[in-house]
């Protein structure tokens, strides 16, 4: 039975290679975890996992004698990496750990049989294995039957296992939302009643994992899981509180389910592939909402100021989550602007509305473009239509002053030098007020040439008592 089930699965012809490498050398392989899974689910997959009898020692020579690069970063958990024919693999020798379930790392010892390997992984249907050359199938937990219910399952104690490793609770999510399965019920009463225990990983494994679950196919079902787990309020406080209880009057929607409907929408403009930055920041856009909630003076439910103080939230969860600089900038800076375009409809907009819009926006126009479309989730349908026809109007016009100014490289009609030679100023902190003002009227009149540029730049050293060196 396991004979003609392992010879079902598609195993790469590289795998097969490596099996008799080893095999001829003495030492048991098997593809394992993610590889074996996803091949029998027909997925792509594109990082080999092995398991092995061999010592790290015997590993390394193995495949340093027939790889093109080899890489032993992860040599003190008994993994050794290597480019083989082409293609990337990782062989680990069986590990049978050991947890404190207080300190984040295991204390790492290695096994001597397969099944006691598959056993320490974190769910079963990452927990079977084909052995190498032979593609005998070992599936000792059920991860076949699991797969086939579309079931997250854990080969020991859900709890047991999550003891050993908090963050399996985060990729118990993450599957659910790669996979769209659900989590056993033992899972999920584990997730409850463990989630604090999530404070034991460091910030780089959570953020790691939640990045993964945010590009998967589907984020809002592993997002739904981790909330309703409580494990979201861990990580990602800021989400479940947007469960705000709706007035008695319904004066305003339902924040939290707004938020999942905007990443949904946000997925659908996405055009290569995913776009993770766009999703996080279509994910906490409203996030400043709770802190701001008010009432105004006809009763109605106010939210004044909530992208400001929205960005701010942003800024510190994903500091705490050690995102890199880059990232967090983008994310706050569209949540910042995510609410400017409302008020265009009204015919309120100059072209030198239009062009602060683009150059505020900078770099992040494009992501801008797609989140503010993708906030828009009213059932109304006239209003619906209206604010997308606007939204349409808007682009077509920042296309056409695009087309007659460089909006992409709005910068002032005289640069630093030019400022400098025409007061005759050395470099300093007048220069960089000089060129500010010159940006300004570059937003505000478009275009000028060199002649008025000029006028302009004495008019306000005149004024500002700007004198030259």
């Known amino acids: 039975m396991s004979d003609r089930i392992g010879n079902q699965i598609a195993v790469p012809p590289v795998a097969d290679a490596l099996g008799e490498i080893f095999a001829g050398a003495g030492h048991e392989l098997h593809l394992v975890g993610g590889p074996v899974r996803d091949a029998i689910l027909r997925r792509e997959t594109h990082d080999l996992d092995f398991t092995t009898s061999a010592l790290p020692d015997q590993t390394q020579r193995l495949l340093d004698e027939h790889s093109s690069a080899l890489w032993t970063t992860g040599r003190d958990f008994g993994t050794i990496g290597a480019m083989f024919r082409g293609e990337r693999v990782e062989v680990t020798t069986y590990r049978a750990d050991q947890y404190d379930r207080v300190s984040r790392n295991p204390k790492v010892a290695f096994g001597d049989n397969l099944v006691e390997d598959l056993r320490r992984r974190d769910f079963t249907i990452n927990a079977m294995a084909v052995s190498l050359p032979s593609h005998e199938f070992t599936d000792p937990f059920g991860g076949l039957d699991d797969l086939v219910a579309g079931r997250i399952a854990t080969p020991q104690a859900a709890r047991d296992s999550f003891a050993d490793d908090p963050l399996r609770m985060m990729r118990a999510a993450r599957f659910a939302a790669q996979l769209g399965f659900d989590v056993d019920d033992s899972v999920r009463a584990a997730m409850e009643s463990m989630s604090q225990d999530l404070a034991r990983i460091s910030s780089e494994r959570v953020r790691d994992e939640f990045v993964k679950l945010m590009g998967s196919a589907d984020p809002v079902r592993g997002l739904r899981l981790a909330v309703d787990t409580c494990l979201a309020g861990e990580f990602l406080p800021e989400l479940p509180r947007l469960r705000m209880s709706i007035d008695e009057h319904a004066q305003h929607k339902d924040v939290y389910e707004h938020t999942l409907t905007v990443v949904r929408n946000a997925m659908a403009l996405e055009e290569d592939g995913p776009d993770v930055l766009l999703r996080i920041a279509a994910l906490l856009h409203d996030i400043g909402k709770p802190d701001t909630k008010g009432t105004g003076p006809d009763g109605r439910v106010t939210f004044h100021h909530h992208e400001v103080v929205g960005a701010r939230l942003a800024r510190s969860r994903m500091r705490t989550m050690r995102f890199p600089k880059d990232d967090i900038a983008t994310v706050s800076h569209l949540i910042a602007l995510h609410l400017r375009f409302y008020g265009y409809g009204r015919g309120e907009w100059t072209d030198s509305?239009?062009?602060?819009?683009?150059?505020?926006?900078?770099?992040?126009?494009?992501?801008?473009?797609?989140?503010?479309?993708?906030?828009?989730?009213?059932?109304?349908?006239?209003?619906?239509?209206?604010?997308?026809?606007?939204?349409?109007?808007?682009?077509?016009?920042?296309?056409?002053?695009?087309?007659?100014?460089?909006?992409?490289?709005?910068?002032?009609?005289?640069?630093?030098?030019?400022?400098?030679?025409?007061?005759?100023?050395?470099?300093?902190?007048?220069?960089?007020?000089?060129?500010?003002?010159?940006?300004?009227?570059?937003?505000?009149?478009?275009?000028?040439?060199?002649?008025?540029?000029?006028?302009e730049l004495r008019a306000w050293a005149k004024d500002n008592g700007v004198t030259s060196a």
């Open 353 to 455: 509305a239009v062009r602060r819009y683009v150059a505020d926006a900078g770099d992040v126009l494009s992501r801008l473009h797609k989140l503010v479309r993708s906030d828009c989730t009213t059932r109304n349908m006239r209003k619906a239509a209206r604010l997308s026809s606007d939204y349409d109007a808007l682009e077509k016009r920042i296309e056409r002053i695009a087309e007659e100014e460089d909006l992409a490289q709005v910068r002032p009609d005289l640069d630093g030098n030019d400022i400098m030679r025409i007061l005759e100023l050395d470099p300093g902190p007048e220069v960089g007020r000089a060129w500010k003002h010159l940006k300004e009227l570059r937003l505000e009149r478009g275009p000028m040439d060199p002649e008025e540029a000029e006028r």
